[in-house]
């Protein structure tokens, strides 16, 4: 059976609203695979976790201060090929680009807020980005058409956090 991604009225999908690997465990399970990677030239930390079977990457960003071990921010976005606006209307990877907007606007209109977002777009693509909610639409262009590529559903970034390890972060998302 298909995993459902529900869209959360401000921020993630599935209840989960801040950032809590306790919470996404219980959620979705231990990942498939994880890819550790450090960004050139800083500091910077991604962590990024695959549930193939389900259709799901969850990418965990930590931002360090310049020349520093002081963790500045973190962030974490969903990344899913699917996703429920309510229990019916969804919006998923290869839909035109205008329908899923129609389909966005509606689900704003109907949640009070405002259909505003960040437009982007250059020679083979671009996005659409929304703040309430915390969401980035990419997608491809084909001849003059647009087709929805990926969906990342973000959680609120956190000033001065208090951060796991990398081996602390691994011994808690893998199983034993």
Known sequence: MEKKYILNDKFGIN????????????????????????????????VTFYYDSENLGIV????????????????????????????????????????????????FKKKNKKFEFEYEEHMFGGSYTFDDPSMTLYFDKEDNKKYLDDIYVGLPYEDYPEVLSVGELLDLVKPY
């Open 15 to 46: 209840g989960i609203e801040k950032i809590s690997f306790t919470e996404i465990i219980n959620t979705f399970s231990y990942p498939d695979s994880i890819e550790i990677s450090k960004d050139r030239g800083s500091k910077d930390l991604i």
């Open 60 to 107: 965990y960003f930590i931002n360090y201060y310049l020349k520093s071990k002081i963790v500045e921010i973190h962030y974490l976005s969903f990344i899913v090929k699917k996703l429920y606006l309510n229990d019916k209307e969804y919006i998923k990877n290869g839909q035109d680009i205008r329908k899923v907007l129609t389909k966005i606007r509606k689900y």
